[in-house]
């Protein structure tokens, strides 16, 4: 971003004049505010785990204590957690067995860092000519006393914020093998997380919103429940060359969040905080809850014969709270075939440890919605009746009781191999993903007050594959080398929308391209002071201007060609968001009691709006911008228009490769 004396200069050209006098004089003084400087630290962690195990024929036990201190990069960013763990395994008879895993953790989130780049009053785009402190050294309130709209970046480290939660976590099973029944296994599976957070805030006079309501303070507390339990049986039987896993599961999940906010306004001094808020002048509640219940139920049979062919069929039904009252369940069923070729009597070979082909297909879903997206719901407005309260309502969303799953479709073939007493294995897969009634967000006539409305109302479809590699190089006595890779490629494109092959162009949706694309008027150069634009889209275009290609053949009434741009005609799509191909490598060296693991990873295919040159500095230049190459008659770029603001009129986005 720009320093003073190079704000001064890209103001002055764009707004000649325009420099107030606080700008004026910290120029002429030589005072610049680098207030990313100022809002930043080398941020430094300490991780400390201490840990004991052991075991015996009827006990297995796993205890640990860790500690973690995080000071970020931006100040007053500071993160510490407390955690205690304990595992047990017990064999309480030789029939029955019981587990748990149970972890607590107090994190402490407390104070508030600067703000940064999303907001106005944000680090990166902050005057660099305004005043971050006074003449006693304390931070100022409206660092530009001309602009007090604009509060100082490093406020926020005058907030008295506490920020803590509490969690915890316990996973526990019961495991009853019958002796009388042999094979057959009883597994009840429970969990359990539980979080509250309380997060209390006092804006005090030093800062601008408290300067301007004489102190805001903020209680908010949440807490959230998930309870799982799920009922596995499972019957082993093996006779001869067969053998034959059978099993079936009941599962039961329970998701509840509650929240209570609460605002005061007016305080009679700083020496209260949120604690006192009984005493603000004013206050406002809000109060939220959700509740979401998942029930599923699952058969499977595993089925292998001598080791060399397996099959495995799977049905599952699930049901979810979230989707209309009379679509809320979902069966799915899968099969998956495997071959061990190199188990066949036929198959020699003094180097192939192992090689497999695998064949399935299956159907899964997938709940992809709020809580309450299937009702209607109404929200509060209410409003002055002379000098009383009433309460209304007005509505934000529409019921759908239609809502239901989103399902896929997957076929899978893949191959196994394994060489050299398995020093090198590597394994294919090959894919293609149907996915139909795609939940998503469709835009509708405003006239009902809302815009839009979730429905199943598309299809996709994901082709790829899924490649991997792994060896051990080196092997030898107190050292070792291993080396694995893998490489995916995904495409995914719509297949339709709303039944029909019809795009929707307000939600970026096409028929026949990815899910997420870029899409808007295409950068076709600057206009230069040697050409003529007045046969052109853009007739009262200037030298240094963003020339958009005119790629729509639009037609006058006559039926003639015109020369327009047109938003509904001129605008394409630019690029993915998701990438085609995503990449890995890793290397793990081990000699003796030291290792060293280094890991490479990428992915390719994405094109990104670099929203750097989507300038907005605002009116009279009130914003820091990022330091461009702007075109000027003796700088005639083909890349960035020159430094005004009408010089981008339509908006063009700069799409390049992420």
Same mark, same amino acid.
């Given at each position: ?11 002055? +050209? ?47 036990? =796993? ?11 931006? /100040? ?15 064999? &309480? ?52 006393? +001309? ?6 970046? $490093? ?6 914020? %506490?920020?803590?939660?509490? /969690? &915890?976590?316990?996973?526990?099973? *019961? +495991?009853?093998?019958?002796?009388? &029944? ?15 957070? %309380?997060?209390? %805030?006092? =804006? ?20 959230? /429940? ?70 599923? #139920? ?10 060399? =062919? $397996? ?41 192939? %440890?192992? $090689? ?15 809580? =309450?997206?299937?009702?209607?719901? *109404? ?133 026949? #391209? ?25 007739? !009262? ?8 290609? !005119? ?34 490598? +890793? ?5 003796? /009691? ?65």
């Amino acid at each position: 971003v720009y320093d003073g004396p190079g704000f001064a200069a890209f103001k002055e +050209e764009r707004e000649p004049g325009e420099l107030t006098d606080t700008e004026l004089d910290n120029l002429a003084a030589g005072k610049s505010t680098d207030w990313l400087d100022l809002a930043t630290r080398t941020g430094v962690r300490q991780d400390y785990l201490l840990s004991v195990s052991g075991s015996s024929d009827a006990v297995n036990y =796993y205890t640990s204590a860790g500690y973690q201190n995080i000071q970020g990069v931006a /100040k007053n960013d500071d993160f510490t957690r407390a955690t205690l763990r304990v595992n047990l395994g017990l064999k &309480i008879t030789d029939d029955l067995k019981f587990g748990t895993a149970t972890q607590l953790s107090f994190i402490d989130r407390s104070g508030r860092s600067p703000s940064f780049g999303g907001e106005d009053n944000g680090a990166y785009f902050l005057n660099p000519l305004a005043n971050p402190c006074d003449e006693n050294g304390e931070l100022t309130i409206f660092p530009w006393p +001309e602009e007090v709209f604009y509060s100082n970046a $490093l406020s926020n480290t005058l907030v008295l914020n %506490d920020d803590t939660n509490n /969690k &915890i976590f316990s996973n526990n099973f *019961l +495991e009853y093998s019958p002796a009388f &029944i042999p094979g057959l296994t009883l597994k009840i599976n429970t969990g359990v997380e539980m979080e509250n957070r %309380d997060i209390g %805030d006092y =804006y005090n006079r030093k800062t601008n919103p408290g300067f301007k309501s004489n102190g805001i303070a903020r209680l908010y507390n949440s807490s959230s /429940k998930n309870y799982l339990i799920e009922n596995l049986l499972t019957y082993r039987r093996s006779f001869g060359k067969h053998s034959l896993v059978l099993t079936a599961l009941y599962s039961s999940q329970k998701d509840i969040t509650e929240s209570n906010d609460v605002e005061g306004v007016g305080f009679p001094n700083d020496l209260l905080n949120y604690r006192q808020m009984n005493l603000a002048l004013g206050t406002s509640f809000n109060t939220g809850y959700t509740q979401t219940s998942l029930i599923s #139920q699952m058969a499977r049979v595993n089925y292998s014969f001598a080791d060399k =062919y $397996l099959l495995t069929l799977t049905v599952r039904r699930d049901g979810f709270s979230g989707f209309g009252e009379n679509s809320r369940y979902g069966t799915f069923p899968s099969a998956a075939f495997s071959w061990r070729i190199s188990e066949e009597d036929f198959f020699s070979s003094a180097i192939v %440890d192992n $090689l497999k082909l695998r064949l399935s297909v299956g159907k899964n879903g997938n709940q992809a919605v709020g809580p =309450y997206d299937n009702l209607s719901r *109404l929200t509060d407005r209410s409003y002055l009746s002379g000098n009383q309260t009433a309460p209304g309502f007005i509505p934000i969303q529409l019921a759908n009781n239609e809502l239901s799953w989103e399902s896929t479709l997957t076929q899978n073939l893949g191959i196994d191999l394994s060489m050299w007493n398995y020093r090198l294995s590597a394994s294919l897969d090959v894919y293609q993903a149907l996915t139909s009634d795609l939940l998503l967000d469709r835009l509708i006539p405003s006239v009902h007050g809302i815009t839009k409305i979730t429905q199943n109302i598309g299809e996709t479809k994901n082709v790829g594959f899924d490649f991997s590699l792994s060896g051990m190089p080196v092997m030898k006595k107190g050292f070792s080398w291993r080396v694995s890779g893998n490489l995916s490629y995904n495409k995914n494109e719509i297949v339709s929308l709303f039944g029909k092959d019809q795009d929707d162009i307000g939600n970026r949706l096409f028929i026949g #391209q990815p899910i997420r694309v870029n899409y808007g008027y295409q950068f076709d150069g600057i206009w230069q002071e040697n050409e003529d634009p007045s046969n052109s889209a853009q007739p !009262d275009a200037l030298p240094g201007d963003i020339k958009v290609l !005119d790629i729509a053949n639009v037609l006058d009434a006559n039926g003639n060609p015109m020369k327009t741009i047109s938003a509904n005609e001129d605008r394409v799509i630019q690029g993915q968001l998701d990438p085609s191909f995503i990449f890995g490598l +890793e290397n793990t060296l081990n000699y003796k /009691k030291l290792s060293l693991y280094v890991f490479v990873q990428g992915v390719s295919g994405v094109t990104r709006r670099n929203t750097i040159y989507d300038e907005n500095v605002f009116g009279g230049v009130q914003r820091n911008w990022f330091v461009l190459d702007y075109w000027r008659p003796d700088n005639p770029i083909n890349t960035n228009h020159r430094n005004n603001q009408d010089a981008n009129l339509y908006g063009v986005g700069i799409y390049e490769s992420a």
